[in-house]
Structures are given as C-alpha cells and as structure tokens.
C-alpha cells in the first residue's frame, strides 16, 4: 500500500499543522471490473454474477438504510453511524438542523484477533 505524507490543515484538531501518513489510491475498480473478475474460471456466467451482485446491493442497502447491521462472512460488519453536531440540551436538538449526514462504517471480519482483510500489506512511500 502507497502512502503519501500530509501536513493537518484542520485548525480544530490537536494535530493541527503535524504530518500523517495517508493512503495513495490509484484507481477506483468498477462493479463490472469486480465481477468480470469473480467470474473468470468459476462456473457461474458473468450475467450470473450481475443479476446476483445488483440483488446483493439492493438487499444490503435496504438493510442498512432500516438501521440494521450487515455481516457478510468472510468480509465484515456494515453499519450506517450518523454524523451530527453536539447540542447542550437535548431538547433544543433537530434532525434537518443538527444531522449533518449519515457515513458507513466497515469493520472487517476478525478471526482470533487477525483480520484477513489487511494480510500482507506493506508500506511503501508515494514517489510524488
């Protein structure tokens, strides 16, 4: 994994004007990109893993927007979080007001406190 470093411009934090690592991304791979690869040597035709991924989505997303939490084996845990400002009374907080939007959080799948998803990353410095 690339990385590049950065300085913190957010005057807010208390890291403000330090430096962090943060990762370089190179491309963004397409769904179709996704399954064409799923589907090579696999028995299953590509239209096949279109139709089942686009249901996948569709079921996966209802889910989340109902509030519920979605673990897919294998992968990891999916949830919306809401993102919203703080109020010193809870009486005088407003939805429309205060809600500034809703992030999704991914938290990979953990077996005995390993987490395949980040096997074998290495770091390496962006030349740029």
């Known amino acids: ?13 208390p890291t403000f004007g330090k430096y962090k690592a943060v990762a370089v991304h190179n491309q963004t791979i397409s769904s179709d990109q996704i399954l064409k690869e799923a589907a090579q040597n696999n028995p299953l035709s590509k239209g096949a893993f279109i139709a089942a991924a686009s249901r996948l989505a569709e079921v996966i997303n209802r ?8 673990r897919l084996q294998d992968w ?5 979080e809401i993102e ?11 939805a429309t007001k205060h809600i500034r939007g809703v992030r999704l959080h991914f938290l ?3 077996y005995e406190g390993t987490q395949a998803l980040y096997e074998g990353i290495t770091f390496e410095k962006d030349k740029i």
């Open 76 to 80: 990891g845990l999916m949830k919306l």
């Open 108 to 110: 990979p799948e953990s």
């Open 1 to 13: 994994m690339r990385y590049k470093i950065k300085k913190e411009t957010k005057p807010t934090l």
């Open 84 to 94: 919203s400002m703080k109020v010193d009374d809870p009486k005088d907080f407003r």
């Open 63 to 70: 889910h989340l927007r109902e509030g519920d939490k979605v």
